[in-house]
């Protein structure tokens, strides 16, 4: 039987998933344009219909103009039709050498709020295949102001 992972989310999210999503956001690490703050992030977000979007941090000379690894795999799955996900793995690191966890800014929690609930959006900050936590967007991103209190 698959191995179910996570603190009392055991239903939710599969341990081989996790591995799956880290083993992406691994691959995706090596495409992370960083030559400004040499910092290479790397995303994997899976859509409720089971499909993985990656995604990097794409720097700029112009610094703003900079996009993170959450928002570009964001932004990459909306404009291909999707907008309900399930959860989303961050790694990164100084170089590409992952040593710590890897939280979301703050523009990031809120870009993904737009497309999920809260409470039942999980983000992923992993370390390796084997060494990650997991939190709720609630939990990251709390009272949060999303697209009902404009309806
Ligand atoms: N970065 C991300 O890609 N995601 C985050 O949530 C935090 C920061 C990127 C932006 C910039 O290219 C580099 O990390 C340093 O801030």
Redesign the pocket.
């Known amino acids: 039987m698959e191995q179910m992972m996570g603190r009392g989310r055991e239903k939710e999210i599969s341990a081989d998933k996790i591995r799956e999503l880290v083993g992406r956001a691994k691959e995706q690490l090596g495409l992370?344009y960083?030559p400004?703050?040499g910092?290479?992030?790397a995303?994997a977000l899976l859509s409720k219909d089971g499909r993985i979007y990656t995604g990097?941090?794409?720097?700029n000379a112009s610094y703003p103009a900079?996009?993170?690894?959450?928002?570009?795999a964001l932004f990459k799955a909306v404009s291909e039709g999707k907008r309900e996900f399930s959860c989303i793995v961050?790694m990164?690191g100084a170089g590409g050498r992952v040593e710590s966890y890897?939280?979301?800014?703050g523009?990031?929690r809120q870009a993904l709020r737009e497309f999920c609930r809260p409470s039942e959006f999980f983000v992923i900050l992993a370390r390796s295949e084997e060494d990650y936590r997991i939190f709720t967007l609630e939990e990251l991103l709390p009272e949060s102001f999303g697209p009902e209190a404009l309806i």
């Not at 900079?66 to 570009?72: D, I, K, P, Q, V």
Request: charged fraction near 10%.
């Open positions: 992370a960083a400004y703050s910092f290479h992030v995303a990097c941090n794409v720097e900079g996009n993170c690894a959450e928002r570009t961050i990164g890897c939280p979301p800014c523009i990031c």
